[in-house]
């Protein structure tokens, strides 16, 4: 069965206490991998697309990296304004839809 | 600028009663979805659909339906809403690349 697990699922940091995320997968074809941003009370908040292993893709204070089997969200100096669930979701081979893992709560402290 | 609304942002209803949330989109995007959040399940799948007349289950599509008779709208009918069905739903579309974007959400309680 494909599987989408993200740890911590909650992670407190200080400002400017850089730290990563992570999303492993066990999927039978990957074809992407997304990472969103959800704030309270909204939606889900597009941040980036890795399609393929070695890939990395950077906005501001982070940067997300894809591994055969797992994808990390690095945050750089994180500022109270990044606090948010980050969630990372997968693209599945042969479907036009993702499955997404349960997301990890952050919160920076001033 | 293109959007993606809901409406309502948020419901109450008595169990047994049929609901429909409303989901408009203005990307002019094939694919459309619905997804349920609830704590210590994150997001999950019930409906979605490629294009006008298609439509297709999720992972949890029982006791809800979707119908597509244009590009821009997807409403979600929930037949006859149980309490399990409490909620918040989200309607999200995307061109072929799958990048999605989302709604705002509706909070959906079942008396």
């Known amino acids: 069965e494909d599987q989408v697990t993200q740890s911590p699922e909650a992670l407190r940091l200080q400002e400017g206490e850089s730290s990563s995320l992570n999303c492993s997968y066990t999927?039978?074809?990957?074809?992407?991998l997304f990472w969103y941003r959800q704030d309270p009370g909204k939606g889900p908040e597009f941040l980036f697309t890795?399609?393929?292993a070695g890939e990395e893709k950077e906005k501001e204070r982070l940067k997300a990296t894809l591994t055969k089997k797992e994808s990390f969200l690095h945050i750089t100096a994180p500022k109270p304004e990044d606090s948010a669930t980050y969630l990372c979701a997968v693209w599945l081979q042969g479907a036009q839809k993702l499955v997404f893992g349960q997301g990890t709560r952050l919160t920076i402290n001033p | 600028d293109a959007e993606i609304t809901q409406s309502p942002r948020h419901k109450i209803t008595e169990t047994g009663r049929q609901v429909t949330l409303a989901c408009h989109q203005t990307w002019n995007h094939n694919n459309m979805f619905w997804y349920r959040q609830d704590l210590g399940h994150g997001l999950r799948l019930i409906h979605y659909?490629?294009?006008?007349?298609?439509?297709n289950k999720g992972e949890v599509s029982d006791g809800y339906s979707v119908s597509r008779s244009n590009t821009e709208d997807l409403p979600l009918t929930l037949e006859s809403a149980a309490s399990s069905q409490t909620s918040v739903y989200f309607c999200?579309?995307?061109?072929?690349?799958?990048?999605?974007?989302f709604g705002p959400g509706t909070r959906l309680t079942v008396l």
């Open positions: 659909s490629y294009g006008v007349q298609d439509t």
């Open positions: 999927v039978s074809g990957l074809r992407g």
């Open positions: 890795l399609y393929s």
């Open positions: 999200a579309s995307s061109a072929t690349n799958n990048e999605q974007f």
